[in-house]
């Protein structure tokens, strides 16, 4: 059942976040953390990244990433999560997942699936609501692809605040897919801004279709929604 906590703001719902984050963190230090980059959970990172005893054990692995930028391009996930999480917490390497600029796309997706099938699955996967309603870079579609892969971006990813900083356009997306995300023991979907109003207007209705991604949510025991008052009209 999907049923959206919603808070006042984007900052009382970064808190709530990092709140159940620490929590899950605190019962399982080692976790697999699968985490989406965007606007949304920006907050929430930069929050978390204040206790680096939190995250000092936990697996992090990007749940997408912009195919075709150069690894350092401002606008790929590895940065942003450089920006938000390493650095801060004086952690070392990349984040586990996706290459932005693999020799060969499909060999680079094979690699992520082997490594999920060997280490996973993902304890908690971050996830952001896509305007199209999409996660990741799991796009509207007749036919949804299970698990890691390369997608062809949609408008509304090549329109992606993140792109603003981008050095170039990126040429398509590396995502886990939806089997992986359902795999997850547990998820927490975040929502935040007037511009998602329709978006979780959408995902509420409770109907589970590839037109929109993000209700294959409905067929996962746990999911925790967490809403700010913008996004559900208030
Ligand atoms: C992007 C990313 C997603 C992200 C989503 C929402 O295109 N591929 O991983 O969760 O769109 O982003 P935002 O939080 O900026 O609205």
Same mark, same amino acid.
């Given at each position: %059942? ?40 920006? @907050? ?10 939190? !995250? ?8 997408? #990433? ?16 450089? @920006? ?9 390497? &990349? ?10 796309? #499909? ?5 992520? @699936?082997?490594?999920?099938?060997? &280490? ?20 509207? =579609? ?8 390369? =997608? ?9 605040? %993140?792109?603003?900083? =981008? ?6 997306? !590396?995502?886990?897919?939806? =089997? ?8 927490? !979907? ?5 511009? &998602? ?28 929604? !967490? ?8």
């Amino acid at each position: %059942m999907l049923k959206p906590a919603v808070f006042p703001d984007h900052e009382t719902l970064s808190r709530a976040a990092a709140g159940w984050l620490t929590v899950r963190l605190e019962a399982r230090p080692e976790a697999l953390l699968c985490l989406a980059s965007g606007s949304t959970p920006t @907050r929430t990172y930069e929050l978390l990244a204040r206790s680096p005893a939190t !995250l000092r054990r936990a697996r992090l692995l990007k749940l997408d #990433e912009w195919g075709g930028l150069d690894p350092d391009d401002p606008a790929t996930c590895e940065s942003y999560f450089q @920006r938000l999480l390493q650095r801060p917490l004086g952690r070392r390497g &990349k984040l586990l997942g996706f290459q932005s600029q693999p020799p060969d796309p #499909e060999a680079e997706c094979r690699r992520v @699936r082997q490594w999920l099938a060997r &280490k996973g699955p993902v304890d908690v996967a971050v996830l952001g609501l896509g305007v199209n309603g999409h996660l990741g870079f799991n796009e509207p =579609a007749t036919a949804l692809q299970p698990f890691a892969h390369v =997608a062809t971006l949609s408008r509304a990813s090549l329109t992606h605040g %993140m792109l603003t900083a =981008a050095r170039r356009r990126p040429t398509f997306g !590396l995502t886990l897919g939806l =089997a992986d995300l359902l795999a997850s023991r547990e998820i927490l !979907l975040l929502v935040s801004g007037p511009h &998602k109003r329709a978006a979780v207007g959408r995902l509420l209705q409770g109907d589970v279709t590839p037109r929109f991604p993000a209700t294959f949510l409905w067929l996962h025991p746990h999911v925790t929604l !967490l809403c700010d008052a913008a996004c559900r009209g208030g």
